[in-house]
């Protein structure tokens, strides 16, 4: 058993004296950094920055015996658990993230500097929502649209009818800005559909689109693909000419077929 525990430990990233300081604490239930160096064969200075170290892991806890002297005592791995699967998450999250990035790769010019490329992504709800709304300030003369309005709405906890929406819309109207939307066939978009004289809009609807899931919002120097996860929901900001011509094509190609 304690070879099978030290093994799973140091696949958790824990060191050789980490590991060796725990297990010294189950057997021992408690002992001060004294006793620790005197049954671990370790100098005093690695057992005492390897007790830090296992305190910050949330591993020991500090008991105090006296005005002078500490006691050390293991805790459960629950701790240990808990960091694991916050890295199994940032890990699933940078993976969703590369998968966004496949069809930006030819786009993207090594020899640039960061900031001039073009391509940014935003990450968290904020932005999500944040990057969505400013589009009718940022479009000149047309909106174009294609993928789910329905499932933006559900990943930014926003509706048809809420405040944001409605803005969106009424500032959008307000300049003269035309829409033109390609989305998924649904009951809700029937019935936003019976709207578009009144809201300068023309609504198109098929049932396979080739951006299903997510929402692609385009405007003359911007065009922004939300990629509308629940639990990593993000913006990819383009503005790189290439990339913003072949995202037009692929849209006008669609909407007159």
């Given at each position: 058993m304690q070879k099978k525990l030290s093994y799973l430990l140091s696949t958790a990233e824990l060191k050789?004296?980490?590991?060796?300081?725990?297990?010294?604490?189950?057997?021992?239930?408690?002992?001060?950094?004294?006793?620790?160096t005197a049954k671990s064969d370790l100098n005093f200075m690695m057992v005492y920055?390897?007790?830090?170290?296992?305190?910050?892991?949330?591993?020991?806890?500090?008991?105090?015996?006296?005005?002078?002297?500490?006691?050390?005592?293991?805790?459960?791995?629950q701790a240990l658990i808990k960091?694991?699967?916050?890295?199994?998450?940032?890990?699933?999250?940078l993976e969703q993230s590369l998968k966004g990035l496949d069809s930006l790769l030819p786009f993207i010019d090594i020899d640039?500097?960061?900031?001039?490329?073009?391509?940014?992504?935003?990450?968290?709800?904020?932005?999500?929502?944040e990057e969505y709304l400013k589009f009718p300030s940022i479009c000149k003369d047309e909106y174009l649209h294609i993928g789910s309005m329905e499932n933006y709405w559900n990943v930014a906890n926003m509706s048809d009818d809420c405040p944001e929406e409605m803005g969106f819309r009424n500032q959008r109207m307000a300049k003269g800005i035309y829409a033109r939307v390609v989305d998924m066939e649904t009951d809700v978009m029937e019935n936003i559909q019976r709207r578009d004289?009144?809201?300068?809009?023309?609504?198109?609807?098929?049932?396979?689109?080739?951006?299903?899931?997510?929402?692609?919002?385009?405007?003359?120097?911007?065009s922004t693909l939300f990629i509308c996860d629940k639990e990593n929901p993000r913006a990819i900001v383009m503005k790189q000419k290439d990339l913003l011509d072949l995202h037009k094509n692929n849209f006008n190609t669609l909407w007159n077929s």
């Open positions: 050789p004296e980490e590991i060796k300081i725990y297990l010294l604490l189950l057997k021992q239930q408690k002992a001060t950094i004294q006793e620790i920055r390897t007790i830090k170290k296992l305190y910050e892991r949330g591993l020991i806890e500090v008991i105090q015996l006296n005005n002078k002297q500490k006691a050390y005592k293991p805790l459960s791995l960091t694991i699967d916050l890295q199994r998450r940032k890990l699933s999250r640039q500097e960061e900031e001039s490329e073009g391509i940014e992504i935003k990450e968290g709800v904020d932005a999500f929502r004289s009144f809201e300068l809009r023309t609504l198109k609807m098929n049932r396979n689109l080739p951006v299903m899931n997510n929402y692609l919002a385009m405007a003359e120097n911007q």
